[in-house]
C-alpha cells in the first residue's frame, strides 16, 4: 500500500492531491459519479474546511486537528486481515458484520455479500461496479455537498465505504453491525462513504460502530446516506470510541419517504474530537424520526452533536433527546435546528439537550432552535445545563449511600433514559456496562473496538450494583 | 442520652436561624417540635441530618456519645439517624427497589454484615410496604418520580420502616396530607416505636398528635426552644394559637 504523506491539510493542498490522484480516486466511477466528484471539488475548492466564523462551526475548530501530518492512501489495502478485530465479544450479540479498516472495506475475497432474501451488504467500491443504477440513483443525492465543505471533499474523495441494500418487503433477519476501525503505524487522513437504501415495507437494524484499535491520530471524514422508502423501518446506532488523538466528522444523512420511520442513537463513549452531523429530511408525509444522543466526555474531549430536521411535508414527528455528562475540560456542543415548511401541517417536533458539567472547566454550549411556517404543529424545544442535583445527592446520602456512589447513580440513572431507548437487549447491556466503565474513569480506549470491553478474565466489578435500575 | 443537643447555632448566608437550642432526647421517647412558621423548625432537622448549606456557628450536638459534627452525612445515617423529608426529592431514573438496596447494603456494609441476599430483600420490601399501605408497583418506580404528595410522604415512612433508624426526624410529615394519608403515617410511626428509638416529629399543627402521642411537646420560636411541657402543651397550642407565644416572647 503506498501511502502520500502531507505535513498539514489545507485546501489547496487538497485539490492538488485530487488532481494527482484523480485516476486512481475514479478508478470504478461511473459517469456521473465522477461528474458527481468534479463537481464536490468544485464547490470544496469555493467552501474550503470550516473555520469557526461559519455559524455552525463557531463552537467547533478543527485548525488543530487539520495542523498535524497525515498520510493518505488512494489503494485498496491487499494482503490485511481484518478478521480478528473485526470480531465482536457481546455475548449472545448476534449480528452481521461488516468491517471496514482505515476506510477500505475489508474482506476482499467476499466484497459484496448477497442473501437469498434480496439483501446486498458489503463494500461501494464493489457496488459502484456490480450496481451501478442503485448506487447512481441514491450516492450523493441526499448528502449536501454545495454549502458544507467536508461533505463536498468526501463526495469528491470517498472510494469505498459500505454499501447496505434491503429491497422492497423484506426484514433484516439479524441486526446489521458495520465496524469501522482505524489502526495504522501514523496519523491517518481517511474519508469513506457509506449508501443505506431500504426499500418499501422493509425494516433494518444497524449498528455503526467508529473505534479506533491503537493510539495514533486520525482524520475522519465519513459521510452515511440512508434512504428509507415507504413504510419502512430502521433502527440505527452509532457507537463512538475513538483515542483522544482522533477527530471524527461523521455526517449521517436521513432521507425518510412516506410513513417512513427512524430511530437513531448516537451514543459517544470517547474521542479527541467529535463532530455529528446529522440531517433529517422528511420528503414524504407521517414519517417520524427520533433521535437520540448520550455522550461522556473527559480530559480535553471535544463532542459537537448538529442536528437538522426539516419537516417539507406534513403530518412527521420528529423528536430529538441528547443528553451529555462533561468532565474535567471536555467541551459539549448541540445545534438542534428544526425547521418546519409551510406546507407541513400537523408537525410534532420536540427537542431537549441537557448537559451535566462536573467541573468548573467543563463547558457546554446548546442551542434548540426551532423555525416554523406552519401553523398547524405542535413544537417544544428544551435545554438545561446544570451541576449534579445536590437536593438528590443529600437525599440519597441521607439514606446512607456514599457520596461516590450517590454521584454514580445519578450519573448511571441521568444516562439511562437515552440507553433505555436501545431495543437490542444484548447491546443494551453492553452500552449500560460501559457507561459504568466510563463513569468510573476505568473507560479510556478499549484495547479493542468499542464493543470489547469486558472480558470473562476482568468481569465488572461495581460497587454498588446499578444492573437493576 | 440519645441526642443531647447544647446551645446550637446556625445560620444560613450569614443570617442566624438557630440561636442556642437546647434538647436531651432518649431511647423510648418522642418528641414533638412545633412553632409558627419559619422560626427553625426545619433548620434543626437539616442541621441534625447534616445539609451543607447550613453553618453550625456555635454549641455542641452529641449522638450516643459522639460529636455529631465529625460524621459526614451517610455516616450519621448509617449511625441510625433518619430525616423523613418535608419535600421528598425525585430522582427520575432511579427505581425505588434499587435505591433503597444500595442503601440497606452500605448500612450493612458499615454494620459489618454482608449484603442482604436478593430474595431475602424483596421479601422485606414486601412487608414494609404493607405498613404503610403502598401500592405495590410503587417500588418498580423511579425515586417519588410523579408520585402525589401523600405517596410521597408514605415513601418517606416506608424507607424508615427499611432502615429502621434509631432516630428519626420527621420533618412536617403531615403538611399537605388528607386523614387517611395522616393516619397510615401515624400508624407506621406508632408500629416502628419501640424502646430502643426515639422519634422526633415536627409540626406545625396539633392534628397529627392525635395520633402520634407525643412525650414532650418543645414550643421552637425565634430559633429558640422558648416552652416545653407534655402533650397538653400541644392542645393548648391548638386552643389559642401561636400569638400568646409571639407575644410572649417577642
Redesign the interface.
Known sequence: MESITKDSITREMMLDLFGKNAERICRNDTESITANRKKALDSFGKLGFPTTRLEAWKNTDLSESLAKTYDFSFDPLTGASGKKIFQCNIPHLDTAVIGQLNGWYMSKDVPLIELGNGIIMGSLAEAMVRYPDIVDKHLARYADSDHNGLTALNTAFAQDGIFIYVPDNVTSPKPVQMINVIQHSTNIFLQSRNLVIVGKNSRLSLVHCDDSYNYEGSFSNIVTEVFLDENSFVDHYKLQNLNNDSTLVSTTVIHLEKAAHIDSHFISMNGGLIRNNTRIDFQGTDGIANVYGLYLMDRKQHIDNQVFVDHAKPGCTSNEMFKGILDENAHGVFNGHVLVRKDAQKTSAYQSNRNILLTDTAKANSKPFLEIYADDVKCSHGSTTGQLDSEALFYLRQRGISEESARMLLLYAFAAEVVSKVTIPQLRNRIEDMIKKRLQGELQICEQCVLHCSTPEHPLDFKIDISKI | MLLSIKNLHASINGKEILKGIDLDVNKGEVHAIMGPNGTGKSTLASVI????VFEVTAGDVRYKGKNLFKL???E???EGI??G?QY????????M???????V???RK?RGLDPMPAGDFLRMMEEKKKLVEIQSNLTNR??NEGFSGGEKKKNEIF?MAV?EPTLAILDETDSGLDIDALRIVANGVNTLRTKDNAFVVITHYQRLLDYIVPDFVHVLFEGRIVKSGNKELAMELEEKGYDWIKKEFE
Not at chain 2, 49 to 52: H, K, L, N, S, T
Not at chain 2, 88 to 95: A, F, K, L
Not at chain 2, 97 to 103: E, L, S
Open positions: 441530618a447534616g445539609r451543607e459526614s452525612v451517610e450519621r445515617s448509617r433518619f430525616l423529608f421528598p426529592v425525585e430522582i427520575p431514573g432511579v427505581s427497589t434499587n435505591f433503597m438496596r444500595t442503601a447494603n452500605e448500612q458499615y423511579s425515586v424507607q432502615l
